[in-house]
């Protein structure tokens, strides 16, 4: 892909907070091959959150999207993170061992995705080895590169970043999606890895700010977060990276992929909820 992701400049200043999209993405590159219908393929997507957030650059925050889309290769995912029984050949790189890291890969969602939420296989065919290594060398690391200099960025000027990787998911856990199929989704899902990607007070805070709008949520479950929070998150060095699921049913039609006018005061609700980070040092207590 000749533009796997955009990144939109902070206006009026920059902030230490950054945001990031590696799942909106929807253009569909002609080397895909897939056999999967579109209207199954295109549930994969976090539809529509780049709109959700298209405000942030004017509030002096950088944002990062992934344009290529997560059924061809998933950004939120290590490159290690593998399905060796996809390829038609070898694979020479590294493949993930640690049993917690492969639980996606046992689902059909790691790096590159076997099968969709349902169950529906994406290929008809083997890929190579080859073909993966171009979407690796195109997509994941210009993208993890442009994610990891705005972080950069943000903790030189301020000395510290506060990191929202954004995301969506279905108001109810399909059967494959994650290890709780048929759980009914919160309406967000607020993950720091257990405490290790950001300082715990600073995810419950967020927490307490979108009750405080009306919004039921949950704390890493089922959602912890995965690769973009674990591999930018560091809170004993001021680095926070938290990864932010909100509710698909409070912005559009699941089926249709619409957007309601519900989506309107979703909208001014996130602004409201990084108004409060832009105004939150978590270094003070």
Same mark, same amino acid.
């Given at each position: ?26 253009? *569909? ?39 290529? @889309?997560?059924? *061809? ?75 990891? !200099? ?49 300082? @715990? ?29 674990? !591999? ?54």
């Amino acid at each position: 892909m000749n533009d796997p992701f955009e990144l939109t400049a902070p206006r009026g200043g920059h902030a230490p907070l950054v945001l990031d999209s590696p799942h909106s993405g929807t253009n *569909y590159p002609d080397d895909f091959r897939h056999a999967c219908e579109m209207p199954e393929l295109r549930q994969a997507e976090d539809t529509h959150v780049e709109k959700l957030y298209d405000f942030a650059p004017s509030m002096g925050i950088a944002w990062i999207e992934a344009l290529f @889309p997560r059924s *061809y290769l998933d950004a939120n995912r290590n490159v290690t993170e593998i399905d060796t029984s996809m390829f038609e050949d070898e694979w020479r790189g590294e493949v993930e061992s640690d049993a917690k890291a492969l639980a996606k890969v046992r689902l059909g969602k790691g790096l590159v995705w076997r099968i969709t939420d349902n169950g529906v296989p994406l290929y008809s065919r083997k890929l190579t080895a080859r073909e993966v290594e171009g979407r690796i060398a195109n997509c994941w690391r210009p993208y993890h590169e442009a994610v990891a !200099r705005a972080i950069d960025d943000a903790h030189r000027r301020h000395g510290y970043s506060i990191h929202l990787d954004c995301h969506s998911m279905p108001a109810v856990s399909a059967p494959y999606s994650t290890d709780f199929p048929g759980l009914v989704h919160a309406d967000f899902v607020i993950g720091d890895r257990d405490g290790t990607t950001a300082d @715990p007070r600073l995810s419950k805070k967020i927490c307490s700010h979108l009750e405080s709008l009306g919004y039921t949520t949950s704390y890493n479950h089922p959602y912890k977060g995965v690769e973009l929070v674990r !591999r930018y998150g560091d809170p004993a060095r001021d680095r926070h990276s938290i990864q932010v699921e909100l509710n698909r049913k409070l912005y559009m039609d699941e089926a249709t992929l619409e957007m309601t006018p519900q989506a309107a005061k979703l909208k001014t609700d996130l602004r409201s909820l990084l108004s409060m980070l832009l105004a939150t040092d978590p270094r003070i207590a």
